[in-house]
T-cell receptor, first 113, second 112 residues
Framework: EAQVTQNPRYLITVTGKKLTVTCSQN?????MSWYRQDPGLGLRQIYY???????DKGDVPEGYKVSRKEKRNFPLILESPSPNQTSLYFC????????????FGSGTRLTVV | TQLLEQSPQFLSIQEGENLTVYCNSS?????LQWYRQEPGEGPVLLVT?????EVKKLKRLTFQFGDARKDSSLHITAAQPGDTGLYLC????????????FGKGTKLSVIP
């Protein structure tokens, strides 16, 4: 089944404790992206990658890191999480161009206390 | 910066009613997509429209792309409780572009 897999689905952590949210896609898509979704603010892009070793900042990159060492994986790293990073996070992937539409993962609900 | 405004933000209707939600912008988009998101899940692509004036139907859902490719609408006929969810529109900015601009969504509740 073609899908984007995120792990974990739920995570509660403490301020300052480094964490990684994994994202993997099995569709050989070139493009991958991370979003956060907050009430009233909609989906906001954190980082994106157009191919292996090519990444760029989205609208809200502060406090996040990404890497794209393999085509299928695009982990999101929070080096020192803070409470304002409590949110619902989504990974997405797309072939060729965005006109084909994004496939989203099921989301990771992160709470930083 | 391209923006997509969706209206209404919230919509609560009775089962069997018809409804239309709108997605508007001052910018031209190369494509317009609609997604549905259920609580706690990721958005799922419903349709992509790429030609100005294009109309696509998906069972009881009708999607239209404006002639000038700046706006779109989603019409649902005889809404059912299973239609409940957040409807997001998203615009593609150009051929070969990977980026999408998302609207903030319309939250639809269909009451049995």
């Amino acid at each position: 089944e073609a899908q984007v897999t995120q792990n974990p689905r739920y995570l509660i952590t403490v301020t300052g404790k480094k964490l990684t949210v994994t994202c993997s896609q099995n569709m050989n898509h070139e493009y991958m992206s991370w979003y956060r979704q907050d009430p009233g603010l909609g989906l906001r892009q954190i980082y994106y990658s157009m191919n292996v070793e090519v990444t760029d900042k989205g609208d809200v990159p502060e406090g996040y890191k990404v890497s794209r060492k393999e085509k299928r994986n695009f982990p999101l790293i929070l080096e020192s999480p803070s409470p304002n990073q409590t949110s619902l996070y989504f990974c997405a992937s797309a072939p060729g161009t965005a006109n084909y539409g994004y496939t989203f993962g099921s989301g990771t609900r992160l709470t930083v206390v | 910066t391209q923006l997509l405004e969706q209206s209404p933000q919230f919509l609560s209707i009775q089962e069997g009613e018809n409804l239309t939600v709108y997605c508007n912008s001052s910018s031209v988009f190369s494509s317009l997509q609609w997604y549905r998101q259920e609580p706690g899940e990721g958005p799922v692509l419903l349709v992509t429209v790429v030609t100005g004036g294009e109309v696509k139907k998906l069972k009881r859902l009708t999607f239209q792309f404006g002639d000038a490719r700046k706006d779109s609408s989603l019409h649902i006929t005889a809404a059912q409780p299973g239609d409940t969810g957040l409807y997001l529109c998203a615009g593609g900015s150009g051929a070969g572009s990977y980026q999408l601009t998302f609207g903030k969504g319309t939250k639809l509740s269909v009451i049995p």
